[in-house]
C-alpha cells in the first residue's frame, strides 16, 4: 500500500479512508469505489470512448475472442503482443488516433496491455463501482465520487502500472500514482498544481520508459490538459459475461 488518507471529522470533502495502491499490492478483496488510472493510455481512451461509442466493453486476452464472437461487427481498439491479434485491431492504443476515430452507433472493444487487465482484477476482487480516471475526466470524477459515495468507508485508487516485461524492474509507473494523487487531492479538498505534476509526470516518463516508447507529441497534448477534456464518469457493469463501461452521468442506474 502506497499511501493511506484519513483526514479527521469535518475537515475535508471526502471523509473516509483513501488508499491508493497499484494492482499486485492490493487485498486479496476489496469493498466499496476503486479508481483505475493508466495515464499512457488506457485510462484516456476509455474516457474518450464511453462518451462516442454506442457500447464499449473492456477485455483482457482471456475475453477478447468471446467479445468479438459476441459483437462480430465490433470495432477492436487497444494493443496487443499477442501476434493472432495483430491483424485485427481497427484502431491503435494511440490517444490521438482514438479521439479522431469516428465511432458513434459503433460497438467498441478496447484490449491494452495493463489497464484493461487492472480494471478485469478489480472486479474479480469484489470492488465497486469500479471507475475509469484520468486528467482528461479528473473534476468530474472527483464530484462524483463525492457526490455519489462521499459516505464510503473507503475509496482505493489504483495505479495501474506497467506489466509488460520491458517493465519488469520497475512495474510502478509514476505517471499513473502522481494521476491517482491528484484525485486523492481534489477529494481532500485540495487545489492539486496540474502543470508541476505534468511536468514531474514527463520527467519519469523519461527515466522509466525505453526510448523506443511510440506516444506521441499529440498524445501527450490531449492527456495531459488541464481541464475535463471529456467529462464522463466511466463505469463497469458485467453484462453477459463482459465488462461493459457506461457513462454514469448519463445511465446513473448503471453507477450502483
Known amino acids: 500500500m502506497l499511501a493511506q488518507e484519513t483526514p479527521k471529522s469535518g475537515e475535508f470533502t471526502y471523509q473516509g479512508t483513501i488508499d491508493i495502491a497499484y494492482p499486485w499490492d492490493l487485498p486479496e478483496k476489496l469493498t466499496g469505489p476503486a479508481v483505475m488510472f493508466d495515464v499512457i493510455s488506457a485510462s484516456q481512451n476509455i474516457n ?9 466493453y473492456v477485455v483482457t486476452r482471456d475475453t477478447v475472442r468471446a467479445a468479438l464472437n459476441r459483437f462480430p461487427d ?37 484490449l491494452t496491455n495493463n489497464g484493461t487487465y487492472t480494471l478485469s482484477e478489480l472486479w474479480s476482487k469484489g470492488a465497486g463501482p469500479i471507475v ?14 463525492v457526490t455519489n459515495h462521499g459516505r464510503a468507508e473507503r475509496i482505493t485508487l489504483v495505479p495501474s502500472g506497467g506489466r509488460e516485461p520491458v517493465f519488469a524492474g520497475d512495474p510502478n509507473l509514476m505517471e499513473d500514482q502522481l494521476c491517482a494523487e491528484t ?12 502543470p508541476a505534476v505534468f511536468a514531474k509526470s514527463m520527467e519519469f516518463y523519461r527515466i522509466q520508459y525505453p ?30 459475461g463482459l465488462l461493459r ?4 452521468l448519463r445511465e446513473p442506474a448503471s453507477a450502483s
Request: charged share 25%; net charge negative; proline share 8%.
Open 183 to 194: 484525485v486523492r487531492d481534489l477529494l481532500l479538498g485540495n487545489d492539486p498544481d496540474l
Open 48 to 56: 474518450r470512448l464511453a462518451i462516442s461509442a454506442k457500447r464499449l
Open 245 to 248: 463501461v457506461y457513462d454514469a
Open 74 to 110: 465490433a470495432a477492436l481498439f487497444g494493443e496487443s503482443p499477442d501476434p493472432d491479434l495483430s491483424g485485427k485491431f481497427t484502431c491503435s492504443n494511440h490517444p490521438a488516433e482514438v479521439a479522431a476515430a469516428d465511432v458513434s452507433g459503433k460497438t467498441v472493444v478496447i
Open 211 to 240: 526510448p523506443t516508447d511510440a506516444t506521441t507529441p499529440e498524445d501527450f497534448a490531449l492527456i495531459f490538459t488541464p481541464d475535463d477534456l471529456y467529462p464522463v464518469v466511466p463505469v463497469l457493469r458485467v453484462e453477459d
Open 132 to 145: 475509469v480516471g484520468n486528467y482528461s475526466n479528473l473534476r468530474t470524477l472527483s464530484e462524483w465520487l
